[in-house]
């Protein structure tokens, strides 16, 4: 149930609308928002028809919406306007689109730092790099940890470029705050939902992946897991899903953009790298996820991709991404929008 207040509606009736909403057993989650505060009630089934016309009548309210909780705070029914996140100085949901590259795993000082001066020069807004992997295999390099975060930190002071790392374990979760802007969770992580409640509680931005095999609702589910915590700055990002296909590593679903963009106020990011899984595929895939209305960006730069320990095979070299920033900055313009 969301509870929708009047616009101008006073303190004093938004407070009387909570104290009500706890009387009759829901849990009152308000979002301030720019024209009205809406409240959303957690912890229920679907309201009471009781309890929604005991609310209605309340001075100061508009309506009450008994909408299913499946993802109710993720819904624009809850939060018409497009959230922003602000990560350091780059707000993400705004009309100007953030750009987030880098390599898939940090691999050494002299790798990232080579990358992350070169991906500010073209004028990526965020640095990405993986301190710890989920490989698919035990066998295969699993990240420099520790090391890793302490280089994005390092790149991070020389370039002022924020850091997005994935957090892969909660038991890391404590020293993955400690240097990373923005908690990057995984496709295979997109369902660990003890993990996405502990995101949840540290408030930090969390950029979350789209499961290989996740629905859209199901996706907007897991972020729910975060937003019920607390932490409303999520960003959600569509890197490919499981299909029969396989000219391509996944197939990067362009649809859920759009839909995406309908269903949710939280930003939509498209990951072209993942999607496609080929270095050629990710240019075109750019421009088309930032025609389709992506909110951002998030794409793979490699100085050296023939010896890249994870994913060489789609990361661009670094001339290949300065390319790819003047032409996804013509499209950006052609929408209206700017990188
Ligand atoms: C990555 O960003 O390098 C990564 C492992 O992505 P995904 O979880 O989408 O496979
Ligand atoms: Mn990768």
């Known amino acids: 149930m969301i509870v929708v207040m009047k616009s101008g509606a006073s303190p004093e009736q938004i407070q009387k609308a909570k104290t009500l909403m706890v009387e009759l057993g829901y849990q009152p989650h308000p979002i301030e928002g720019l024209l009205r505060t809406v409240i959303g009630a957690i912890g229920d089934e679907r309201g009471k028809p009781e309890d929604v016309e005991a609310l209605s009548i309340l001075e100061g ?5 008994p909408i299913l909780p499946a993802h109710k705070i993720a819904s624009r029914e809850f939060k018409p306007e497009n959230t922003k996140i602000k990560v350091r100085d780059v707000v993400v949901g705004n009309n100007k689109i953030p750009v987030i590259a880098g390599p898939c795993s940090v691999e050494s000082e002299e790798q990232l730092m080579e990358i992350a ?11 990405r790099g993986g301190a710890y992997k989920p490989r698919s ?8 940890g520790i090391e890793g975060l302490k280089l994005l930190a390092q790149a991070r002071e020389e370039t002022g470029l924020p850091i997005v790392t994935e957090i892969l374990d909660p038991h890391d979760l ?7 802007d923005v908690l990057q969770i995984g496709a295979r992580n997109s369902q660990n939902y003890a993990l996405l409640k502990e995101v949840g509680k540290s408030k ?5 992946k789209r499961g290989m095999s996740t629905t859209i609702k199901e996706f907007l589910m897991c972020a729910e897991y975060i937003l019920a915590e607390g932490n409303e700055d999520v960003m959600l990002c569509e890197r490919g899903i499981r299909t029969f296909e396989t000219a391509t590593r996944n197939t990067f679903d362009l649809n859920a953009i759009p839909v995406l963009k309908e269903k949710t106020h939280l930003p939509v ?4 790298s993942h999607g496609t899984g080929y270095w050629q595929y990710v240019t075109p895939m750019t421009l088309a996820a930032i025609a389709a209305g992506a909110d951002g960006v998030i794409i793979e730069v490699h100085n050296n991709p023939e010896v890249a320990v994870s994913d060489g095979g789609q990361s661009l070299k670094p001339h290949k991404f300065k390319a790819l920033m003047e032409k996804a900055s013509a499209v950006a313009k052609a929408i209206g929008r700017e990188l």
């Open 174 to 180: 404590d020293s993955v705050v400690q240097y990373a």
């Open 269 to 272: 990011i498209a990951d072209p």
């Open 61 to 65: 309210v508009e309506k009450v919406i």
């Open 117 to 127: 001066h070169s991906i500010k020069e073209s004028g990526a807004t965020m640095l």
């Open 204 to 208: 930090k931005p969390v950029l979350l």
């Open 137 to 144: 295999s035990p066998y295969t390099f699993q990240g420099m």
